[in-house]
């Protein structure tokens, strides 16, 4: 055996040195002890790593004179100097770690950086051999623990990771070229910037007037209405408060308890009177008549009544009451809590007893006789005087001018009357019948002589006859003098005790001293006559005082006495306004005190009822508010008041009439102040909005109140009275901006534009400010819809004032020569105005987007809706101007272009940048504008696609054209990879992606669906072919600029892997294929891991997609070479290579998709592949499988048709040929002899079935056989795999071989018989005719036939092919 090893390593190290042939060698073992590491001379093999580490201990090298394999002793040695492929340099900064296996022969002769090897699977050890580049397990042990190997090994396939985290393109490098055209696009896109920023400032400026006092009425043209009163009035007005101060009525109580000096110190003050003069007046004051003051009684209800029903119906009573005034003291009653009044008046605490009682005596109480009447008053010095004149009349004030003792005088005076004293001294109420809780609410008024010492008596009785108290009360008339009022009060007492049948219920005594001014509505517990009486129950009763002046009547107009009101609140009013401290809205409207008590003191004299106050009061402060601005909350609250009361009380016509003149005057005044409400009411301004809002609320309060519709009943509904306000409001605005901004006098284009900016800018502020303060306000307090009401105004007039003006600009643009702009850069003066036209398109598209606060009926009649049509020249001029400045711009970038690089970027340069930045200017610009109309913007999108493609494509050929001049192509030099190929394909990918978003960022799906919409299906495909056609031929041409580029890359690498598979395919079937691929895997990842650091993703999977294309061409080069006979082995380890590659290449999902990397090269390779990996007999089925395959799919007729039938019938196979039609002329005379072969196939299925033949039928193209041929066969063999019938179609000829007319193939699995299990078949004429297109080979190349070509040594697979080659077809 020492013998046969020695001679083939001699023989093989031989044939290996001279490189004479491909064939496997193997290497042998080096017999000299050089370098051996187990000291016995011999060297241990060379074996991969478990970790896939390397060592780096060991370098070998191939001897020059024997080619043998020696094992250099340098351990830290690198690969120097050898031919073979080049050396890859990696770029500066690149670490490639060490391979976990030592280089052997064939890698050191790659001269490549070790990238990471491949580790095999655990388990698996190929039997070692001589010559192997494995090592020991030792050696593989010694590589796994050292430290520095394992710190700079790196996992295999890290050409195709990339961290998620990379930028990839720093997109803010640029080279500055926007400066060198001004920054043309960049300053279209920041006009949206520019435009927020000059709203912004409006706004701050609007916000900065909020802290300044608004502006006075008068300043914004409304005149204050004065309210003047005469001197002669105030004269006699401060006579009359004197007056009333000295003649106070009631008891002082809460907020009225204030002495007379003040009262008349404040009045002095208020009236502007001087000491002299006030000593004049309060001189003639005095000297007046004091008044007659008037009890007014309101007997409400009674509850709780003793029942004394005489008739046997016990439980109920008819109650009456009777009531009057007697002289004398009595102790006031014990009040129960004070409830409301009928009227809905407020309570009123019960005042104190007066301290005139308390001093009458030790009794705090005299209670009255048994006849209900106290003794007689011992008052003998009281003088008479004339009663019965009412004061309150203002023009009799200063008539009143009485001498001597009156008030003193006038009991005695009554007593000594002689005539009949009037029944209404005393009175009586209605009989209340059946009840124990009656409710009278009936009203009395009672003249008083002395209210310190007169009370007010009232009993309760119970009526059970016609002869009662009740019809006594009816002849006071006869009652003689006041001595007979009482005497008369007692004889009814005693009346009642002697049998009388109306009993008594109780009794109350009302002091009247203790009745305070503001008067009394209190619960009074009823009184018994004598402590033997016992009486249960109270009653309600409402007691108030008031005067009258002593004219004989006390019922008279009080027109004076409301009138003498208003003008004291009016006057009092100014006092206080003109001496506060605060501005005058800011005072809170309450008057002092002392000037409440005067008021109080003069109404409760005149007797004003609670609705007078109450209009007087509004009088008074509305028409104050005509003269100064007040706090409308104050007019707010005197509306609320005066509306409640108008439900209970009624007016005469005269007060009406009064009242719906202050109405009127107010409602005039507020709409004057609506008309200004953006000078009057500032929205940040919290007092002018306070006022505003409740002047709003007044306003929306007297529409609903009864009140003003009774007064005003032809006056127009309020809210329209708003409505309109607000219009000519706003137009007198609008107008009085527009003439500020002086665009109707000057005829300078951009100060014109500039103007109307600064119009839309202050209209936009106002339309905020009224959407986010005003509109509330309005909508809330009176419906009116203040921001639909000013918008609409507002575009009226913007469309009738700025559309035309705006339209002439534009046009005037339009008209512009684009011939300077062609040859410069730069833009020329006259198109800057192009600038701010569009910041006013963006104004006013600002303007219209607030349309959306509108209802939805009055969003789509909106005159400026189509404002975009006003500015249809300019967008198109500055399309024309922007084509140019685009391919300019690129220009100039060009030329200041630089390379960028870093740690986290792919190589690359500005210019790209720039372009793609300039682009996105131009789409930024265009999504500014979102052209409404979808339509009309087709236009526009179509030539915002040519700009950028026009700029894509010349920017595509500058980069190409610079590359081509650097000498890229003529390079013939092995790969290594350049910055000027990775910039260019990386710029050209960055372009391109750019543009592959293009159609989504301008929307031009929706633009066309919009068209197509509108124009119908007429002409579609034309819109849409035209803008695509364009936008898909830019990045087409980019495409093919880039894979131009790319394609190179693997045409260099091409030599290499066709040295690398050359190894790979001749290796010695010892060496598995995972090591023998190793060189070629280690040469890709070198390179590989380089290109993806370098490139774009995209540009790097073009370029791995080119690599892969490269390999298995190589890769079936060396399959199909016929360099020398190959081993058993070839065709399996190529096979398993090309897996291999697969899962390189695929990299984890991380490489090429599966998708990509079964291409058609691929699978025509596998394929090829399968087919030298298969048997002669099996490839030769597999042919004719196809070729049954190709039968059913083929449908073309152009070689003829074959009618034949088969069945299969008891065992036997029968098959009829009937006919051919349209067979090819293959004879001089333009026929055929056409007869047919028939063959079962395979052979090794129906190996005892010989073919056969039909008979030759001369001189025809269409041949009638009508045969019938039988094979003996069994069903299992026409159901075997790939079963079918062949009929090969010829021409028989006589002195030179037969031709071939055509072939048709009939699968045996269908044939009756066969297919349903039937073996009989009874009437097999009417079994259905099969048509058979004849066919011919056309695949030339056919991969089964070229692979069994190959095969020169089976006789079966060459009488194959040339069988078949006679069936190719020559077409």
Same mark, same amino acid.
């Given at each position: 055996?020492?013998?046969?090893?020695?001679?083939?390593?001699?023989?093989?190290?031989?044939?290996?040195?001279?490189?004479?042939?491909?064939?496997?060698?193997?290497?042998?073992?080096?017999?000299?002890?050089?370098?051996?590491?187990?000291?016995?001379?011999?060297?241990?093999?060379?074996?991969?790593?478990?970790?896939?580490?390397?060592?780096?201990?060991?370098?070998?090298?191939?001897?020059?004179?024997?080619?043998?394999?020696?094992?250099?002793?340098?351990?830290?040695?690198?690969?120097?100097?050898?031919?073979?492929?080049?050396?890859?340099?990696?770029?500066?900064?690149?670490?490639?770690?060490?391979?976990?296996?030592?280089?052997?022969?064939?890698?050191?002769?790659?001269?490549?950086?070790?990238?990471?090897?491949?580790?095999?699977?655990?388990?698996?050890?190929?039997?070692?051999?001589?010559?192997?580049?494995?090592?020991?397990?030792?050696?593989?042990?010694?590589?796994?623990?050292?430290?520095?190997?394992?710190?700079?090994?790196?996992?295999?396939?890290?050409?195709?990771?990339?961290?998620?985290?990379?930028?990839?393109?720093?997109?803010?490098?640029?080279?500055?070229?926007?400066?060198?055209?001004?920054?043309?696009?960049?300053?279209?896109?920041?006009?949206?910037?520019?435009?927020?920023?000059?709203?912004?400032?409006?706004?701050?400026?609007?916000?900065?007037?909020?802290?300044?006092?608004?502006?006075?009425?008068?300043?914004?043209?409304?005149?204050?209405?004065?309210?003047?009163?005469?001197?002669?009035?105030?004269?006699?007005?401060?006579?009359?408060?004197?007056?009333?101060?000295?003649?106070?009525?009631?008891?002082?109580?809460?907020?009225?308890?204030?002495?007379?000096?003040?009262?008349?110190?404040?009045?002095?003050?208020?009236?502007?009177?001087?000491?002299?003069?006030?000593?004049?007046?309060?001189?003639?004051?005095?000297?007046?008549?004091?008044?007659?003051?008037?009890?007014?009684?309101?007997?409400?209800?009674?509850?709780?009544?003793?029942?004394?029903?005489?008739?046997?119906?016990?439980?109920?009573?008819?109650?009456?009451?009777?009531?009057?005034?007697?002289?004398?003291?009595?102790?006031?009653?014990?009040?129960?809590?004070?409830?409301?009044?009928?009227?809905?008046?407020?309570?009123?605490?019960?005042?104190?007893?007066?301290?005139?009682?308390?001093?009458?005596?030790?009794?705090?109480?005299?209670?009255?006789?048994?006849?209900?009447?106290?003794?007689?008053?011992?008052?003998?010095?009281?003088?008479?005087?004339?009663?019965?004149?009412?004061?309150?009349?203002?023009?009799?004030?200063?008539?009143?001018?009485?001498?001597?003792?009156?008030?003193?005088?006038?009991?005695?005076?009554?007593?000594?009357?002689?005539?009949?004293?009037?029944?209404?001294?005393?009175?009586?109420?209605?009989?209340?019948?059946?009840?124990?809780?009656?409710?009278?609410?009936?009203?009395?008024?009672?003249?008083?002589?002395?209210?310190?010492?007169?009370?007010?008596?009232?009993?309760?009785?119970?009526?059970?006859?016609?002869?009662?108290?009740?019809?006594?009360?009816?002849?006071?008339?006869?009652?003689?003098?006041?001595?007979?009022?009482?005497?008369?009060?007692?004889?009814?007492?005693?009346?009642?005790?002697?049998?009388?049948?109306?009993?008594?219920?109780?009794?109350?005594?009302?002091?009247?001293?203790?009745?305070?001014?503001?008067?009394?509505?209190?619960?009074?517990?009823?009184?018994?006559?004598?402590?033997?009486?016992?009486?249960?129950?109270?009653?309600?009763?409402?007691?108030?005082?008031?005067?009258?002046?002593?004219?004989?009547?006390?019922?008279?107009?009080?027109?004076?006495?409301?009138?003498?009101?208003?003008?004291?609140?009016?006057?009092?009013?100014?006092?206080?306004?003109?001496?506060?401290?605060?501005?005058?809205?800011?005072?809170?409207?309450?008057?002092?005190?002392?000037?409440?008590?005067?008021?109080?003191?003069?109404?409760?004299?005149?007797?004003?009822?609670?609705?007078?106050?109450?209009?007087?009061?509004?009088?008074?402060?509305?028409?104050?508010?005509?003269?100064?601005?007040?706090?409308?909350?104050?007019?707010?609250?005197?509306?609320?008041?005066?509306?409640?009361?108008?439900?209970?009380?009624?007016?005469?016509?005269?007060?009406?009439?009064?009242?719906?003149?202050?109405?009127?005057?107010?409602?005039?005044?507020?709409?004057?102040?609506?008309?200004?409400?953006?000078?009057?009411?500032?929205?940040?301004?919290?007092?002018?909005?306070?006022?505003?809002?409740?002047?709003?609320?007044?306003?929306?309060?007297?529409?609903?109140?009864?009140?003003?519709?009774?007064?005003?009943?032809?006056?127009?509904?309020?809210?329209?009275?708003?409505?309109?306000?607000?219009?000519?409001?706003?137009?007198?605005?609008?107008?009085?901006?527009?003439?500020?901004?002086?665009?109707?006098?000057?005829?300078?284009?951009?100060?014109?534009?500039?103007?109307?900016?600064?119009?839309?800018?202050?209209?936009?502020?106002?339309?905020?400010?009224?959407?986010?303060?005003?509109?509330?306000?309005?909508?809330?307090?009176?419906?009116?819809?203040?921001?639909?009401?000013?918008?609409?105004?507002?575009?009226?007039?913007?469309?009738?004032?700025?559309?035309?003006?705006?339209?002439?600009?534009?046009?005037?643009?339009?008209? *512009?020569?684009?011939?300077?702009?062609?040859?410069?850069?730069?833009?020329?003066?006259?198109?800057?105005?192009?600038?701010?036209?569009?910041?006013?398109?963006?104004?006013?598209?600002? *303007?219209?987007?607030?349309?959306?606060?509108?209802?939805?009926?009055?969003?789509?009649?909106?005159?400026?809706?189509?404002?975009?049509?006003?500015?249809?020249?300019?967008?198109?001029?500055?399309?024309?101007?922007?084509?140019?400045?685009?391919?300019?711009?690129?220009?100039?970038?060009?030329?200041?272009?630089?390379?960028?690089?870093?740690?986290?970027?792919?190589?690359?340069?500005?210019?790209?940048?720039?372009?793609?930045?300039?682009?996105?200017?131009?789409?930024?610009?265009?999504?500014?504008?979102?052209?409404?109309?979808?339509?009309?913007?087709?236009?526009?999108?179509?030539?915002?696609?040519?700009?950028?493609?026009?700029?894509?494509?010349?920017?595509?050929?500058?980069?190409?054209?610079?590359?081509?001049?650097?000498?890229?192509?003529?390079?013939?030099?092995?790969?290594?990879?350049?910055?000027?190929?990775?910039?260019?394909?990386?710029?050209?990918?960055?372009?391109?992606?750019?543009?592959?978003?293009?159609?989504?960022?301008?929307?031009?799906?929706?633009?066309?669906?919009?068209?197509?919409?509108?124009?119908?299906?007429?002409?579609?495909?034309?819109?849409?072919?035209?803008?695509?056609?364009?936008?898909?031929?830019?990045?087409?041409?980019?495409?093919?600029?880039?894979?131009?580029?790319?394609?190179?890359?693997?045409?260099?690498?091409?030599?290499?892997?066709?040295?690398?598979?050359?190894?790979?395919?001749?290796?010695?079937?010892?060496?598995?294929?995972?090591?023998?691929?190793?060189?070629?895997?280690?040469?890709?990842?070198?390179?590989?891991?380089?290109?993806?650091?370098?490139?774009?993703?995209?540009?790097?999977?073009?370029?791995?997609?080119?690599?892969?294309?490269?390999?298995?061409?190589?890769?079936?080069?060396?399959?199909?070479?016929?360099?020398?006979?190959?081993?058993?082995?070839?065709?399996?380890?190529?096979?398993?290579?090309?897996?291999?590659?697969?899962?390189?290449?695929?990299?984890?999902?991380?490489?090429?998709?599966?998708?990509?990397?079964?291409?058609?090269?691929?699978?025509?390779?596998?394929?090829?592949?399968?087919?030298?990996?298969?048997?002669?007999?099996?490839?030769?089925?597999?042919?004719?499988?196809?070729?049954?395959?190709?039968?059913?799919?083929?449908?073309?007729?152009?070689?003829?048709?074959?009618?034949?039938?088969?069945?299969?019938?008891?065992?036997?196979?029968?098959?009829?040929?009937?006919?051919?039609?349209?067979?090819?002329?293959?004879?001089?005379?333009?026929?055929?002899?056409?007869?047919?072969?028939?063959?079962?196939?395979?052979?090794?299925?129906?190996?005892?079935?010989?073919?056969?033949?039909?008979?030759?039928?001369?001189?025809?193209?269409?041949?009638?056989?009508?045969?019938?041929?039988?094979?003996?066969?069994?069903?299992?063999?026409?159901?075997?795999?790939?079963?079918?019938?062949?009929?090969?179609?010829?021409?028989?000829?006589?002195?030179?071989?037969?031709?071939?007319?055509?072939?048709?193939?009939?699968?045996?699995?269908?044939?009756?018989?066969?297919?349903?299990?039937?073996?009989?078949?009874?009437?097999?004429?009417?079994?259905?005719?099969?048509?058979?297109?004849? *066919?011919?080979?056309?695949?030339?190349?056919?991969?089964?036939?070229?692979?069994?070509?190959?095969?020169?040594?089976?006789?079966?697979?060459?009488?194959?092919?040339?069988?078949?080659?006679?069936?190719?077809?020559?077409?």
């Amino acid at each position: 055996m020492s013998f046969f090893n020695s001679l083939q390593q001699y023989v093989t190290s031989s044939v290996a040195n001279l490189n004479l042939s491909p064939k496997r060698f193997s290497l042998s073992r080096d017999s000299s002890g050089e370098g051996s590491t187990d000291g016995t001379g011999s060297h241990p093999p060379l074996t991969p790593g478990p970790t896939g580490s390397s060592s780096g201990t060991v370098t070998s090298g191939r001897s020059a004179s024997a080619g043998n394999v020696i094992v250099s002793p340098a351990a830290h040695t690198g690969p120097s100097g050898l031919h073979g492929f080049p050396k890859v340099v990696p770029p500066p900064g690149t670490v490639t770690p060490p391979h976990s296996r030592s280089l052997s022969t064939r890698r050191r002769t790659l001269e490549c950086p070790p990238p990471p090897g491949l580790v095999l699977p655990p388990g698996t050890s190929p039997p070692r051999r001589l010559g192997s580049f494995r090592k020991t397990s030792q050696q593989q042990q010694q590589q796994a623990t050292t430290p520095v190997s394992a710190a700079m090994s790196r996992q295999p396939l890290m050409f195709c990771r990339r961290r998620q985290s990379w930028p990839e393109i720093d997109q803010q490098a640029t080279s500055g070229v926007q400066e060198t055209d001004g920054s043309f696009f960049e300053s279209f896109t920041a006009l949206s910037w520019k435009r927020e920023n000059r709203r912004l400032m409006a706004m701050q400026e609007v916000e900065g007037r909020a802290e300044d006092p608004p502006p006075s009425e008068l300043s914004v043209g409304i005149k204050p209405v004065e309210c003047r009163i005469h001197k002669k009035e105030i004269e006699q007005l401060y006579v009359e408060v004197l007056y009333t101060i000295t003649n106070k009525v009631g008891a002082s109580t809460g907020q009225y308890s204030h002495y007379k000096e003040d009262l008349y110190c404040y009045a002095q003050e208020a009236f502007g009177i001087p000491a002299d003069l006030h000593r004049k007046f309060m001189a003639i004051a005095s000297e007046e008549k004091p008044p007659i003051v008037v009890l007014n009684v309101i007997v409400l209800e009674a509850e709780g009544l003793e029942a004394k029903d005489p008739n046997g119906k016990p439980g109920f009573s008819d109650p009456y009451c009777m009531l009057g005034i007697q002289p004398g003291t009595v102790a006031s009653p014990s009040p129960q809590a004070p409830s409301s009044s009928a009227s809905g008046g407020p309570q009123r605490e019960t005042p104190p007893g007066s301290p005139r009682n308390a001093a009458a005596g030790s009794g705090s109480a005299r209670a009255m006789s048994d006849s209900g009447v106290e003794p007689e008053s011992g008052n003998k010095h009281d003088s008479p005087h004339e009663k019965l004149r009412k004061h309150h009349s203002f023009r009799l004030s200063f008539k009143r001018k009485e001498h001597g003792s009156y008030r003193g005088d006038r009991r005695e005076h009554r007593d000594s009357l002689s005539a009949a004293v009037p029944a209404k001294f005393i009175r009586a109420t209605t009989v209340k019948p059946q009840t124990l809780n009656p409710r009278w609410n009936e009203k009395f008024r009672f003249d008083i002589d002395d209210v310190a010492s007169d009370i007010l008596h009232l009993d309760i009785w119970d009526h059970d006859d016609e002869s009662s108290v009740f019809d006594a009360v009816s002849k006071l008339n006869e009652v003689r003098g006041v001595k007979g009022l009482g005497r008369f009060f007692k004889q009814i007492a005693q009346s009642a005790r002697s049998g009388s049948q109306d009993d008594f219920l109780g009794c109350v005594n009302v002091p009247l001293q203790d009745i305070p001014s503001t008067g009394l509505d209190c619960w009074y517990q009823l009184e018994a006559r004598t402590q033997r009486s016992n009486v249960q129950g109270r009653i309600r009763l409402k007691l108030w005082l008031s005067t009258r002046e002593d004219r004989g009547n006390s019922e008279e107009d009080n027109w004076s006495e409301i009138r003498q009101q208003e003008r004291l609140h009016t006057i009092f009013i100014s006092y206080e306004v003109d001496h506060a401290s605060s501005p005058s809205w800011e005072w809170s409207g309450e008057l002092p005190h002392v000037a409440l008590t005067i008021l109080h003191q003069h109404a409760i004299q005149g007797d004003v009822t609670e609705l007078q106050l109450a209009m007087v009061r509004w009088i008074a402060y509305s028409k104050k508010a005509l003269e100064l601005p007040l706090d409308y909350r104050i007019l707010f609250r005197l509306l609320q008041e005066l509306d409640q009361q108008w439900n209970t009380l009624t007016l005469t016509k005269e007060e009406e009439e009064y009242l719906a003149e202050s109405f009127n005057m107010f409602l005039d005044h507020s709409l004057q102040l609506l008309r200004k409400h953006r000078q009057l009411f500032l929205p940040h301004n919290r007092v002018a909005m306070c006022r505003l809002e409740y002047l709003l609320r007044c306003l929306g309060l007297m529409s609903t109140m009864k009140a003003f519709w009774k007064c005003c009943p032809f006056n127009k509904e309020i809210r329209g009275e708003i409505i309109m306000a607000l219009k000519k409001g706003t137009l007198e605005w609008y107008e009085e901006i527009h003439s500020g901004q002086h665009l109707s006098v000057s005829r300078n284009c951009d100060v014109v534009i500039q103007g109307l900016i600064h119009l839309i800018t202050l209209l936009l502020v106002d339309l905020q400010k009224g959407l986010d303060y005003y509109n509330t306000l309005f909508e809330t307090t009176n419906g009116v819809p203040y921001f639909s009401v000013i918008y609409k105004q507002l575009e009226k007039m913007i469309d009738g004032d700025i559309g035309p003006q705006v339209t002439a600009l534009c046009i005037q643009m339009q008209s *512009m020569d684009l011939g300077a702009m062609v040859e410069d850069v730069t833009l020329p003066q006259e198109a800057e105005v192009a600038t701010p036209i569009f910041e006013l398109y963006l104004a006013m598209q600002e *303007m219209v987007s607030f349309r959306e606060h509108l209802p939805v009926p009055d969003q789509k009649a909106l005159a400026i809706n189509l404002y975009y049509e006003w500015f249809e020249p300019a967008v198109d001029r500055w399309l024309d101007v922007a084509k140019f400045k685009a391919v300019h711009r690129i220009h100039k970038a060009a030329e200041l272009n630089r390379v960028c690089t870093g740690d986290l970027i792919v190589k690359h340069s500005t210019l790209a940048v720039d372009a793609t930045a300039c682009f996105h200017q131009i789409k930024e610009f265009w999504r500014q504008l979102a052209w409404p109309d979808l339509v009309g913007s087709y236009n526009f999108v179509l030539k915002i696609i040519d700009c950028i493609t026009s700029a894509a494509v010349y920017y595509a050929d500058l980069t190409h054209q610079k590359l081509q001049d650097s000498g890229y192509y003529e390079d013939t030099a092995p790969f290594k990879i350049s910055d000027e190929m990775c910039v260019t394909v990386n710029d050209l990918e960055y372009v391109r992606r750019s543009l592959s978003v293009l159609g989504a960022e301008l929307h031009v799906e929706t633009v066309l669906e919009a068209v197509e919409a509108a124009i119908g299906d007429a002409g579609r495909q034309q819109w849409r072919q035209a803008l695509y056609a364009m936008l898909e031929g830019a990045i087409n041409q980019l495409e093919a600029r880039a894979l131009q580029v790319i394609n190179k890359v693997a045409a260099k690498m091409r030599p290499a892997l066709k040295k690398a598979m050359f190894h790979l395919a001749w290796s010695p079937d010892s060496l598995p294929t995972p090591d023998a691929i190793s060189p070629l895997l280690e040469y890709l990842d070198a390179h590989l891991v380089n290109l993806n650091a370098a490139l774009l993703p995209r540009n790097f999977e073009r370029v791995l997609a080119d690599v892969w294309d490269v390999s298995l061409l190589e890769l079936g080069q060396q399959m199909d070479g016929n360099a020398g006979e190959k081993m058993s082995m070839f065709y399996e380890r190529l096979y398993e290579a090309l897996e291999i590659l697969v899962d390189f290449f695929h990299a984890d999902q991380k490489g090429l998709s599966m998708e990509s990397l079964k291409t058609v090269t691929y699978w025509s390779v596998e394929q090829r592949l399968q087919y030298h990996k298969t048997d002669t007999e099996h490839l030769i089925s597999l042919y004719y499988q196809q070729r049954l395959q190709d039968q059913l799919s083929t449908e073309v007729t152009e070689y003829g048709v074959l009618s034949v039938r088969a069945y299969f019938n008891h065992d036997s196979l029968c098959v009829e040929v009937l006919n051919a039609r349209d067979v090819i002329p293959l004879d001089p005379n333009g026929f055929s002899d056409p007869f047919v072969i028939i063959e079962l196939l395979p052979r090794k299925v129906f190996p005892h079935c010989s073919e056969q033949r039909t008979n030759v039928q001369k001189k025809t193209l269409n041949p009638m056989f009508d045969e019938c041929f039988e094979f003996s066969v069994t069903s299992e063999q026409c159901k075997s795999d790939g079963a079918m019938i062949l009929f090969t179609v010829m021409d028989h000829d006589v002195l030179t071989a037969n031709d071939f007319a055509g072939e048709a193939f009939l699968s045996l699995h269908n044939i009756p018989g066969v297919d349903d299990n039937n073996t009989s078949i009874d009437n097999f004429h009417g079994l259905k005719t099969v048509d058979l297109c004849l *066919m011919h080979q056309k695949n030339r190349n056919h991969p089964i036939l070229q692979t069994l070509e190959t095969r020169t040594g089976d006789k079966m697979a060459q009488d194959f092919v040339k069988k078949q080659k006679l069936r190719i077809s020559n077409s």
